[in-house]
């Protein structure tokens, strides 16, 4: 499957360097890593290990939305 202007494949180039010693990670082993932490959820919660469910906020809230009239 091929996009109209091809841009969403092109690749940016680094114009800084990275941290020095920086390895890029593979995604399999994120997807790894991932898997092995969901397991290791599930364990604690099958033993009977407590989870608080720890919401975000819904949204901040928001200033008044006055305008200043415009003096002449």
């Not at 091809?6 to 920086?22: H, I, K, N, R």
């Not at 200033?63 to 009239?69: E, T, V």
């Amino acid at each position: 499957m091929s996009q109209r202007d091809a841009w969403s494949t092109a690749q940016v180039p680094f114009l800084v360097p990275g941290p020095s010693g920086y390895v890029p990670t593979d995604p399999a082993k994120k997807a790894e890593d991932a898997a092995t932490l969901a397991a290791r959820v599930a364990a604690f919660r099958k033993a009977g290990g407590k989870v608080e469910v720890i919401t975000e906020p819904t949204c901040r809230p928001q200033k008044s939305s006055k305008r200043r009239s415009a003096k002449a």
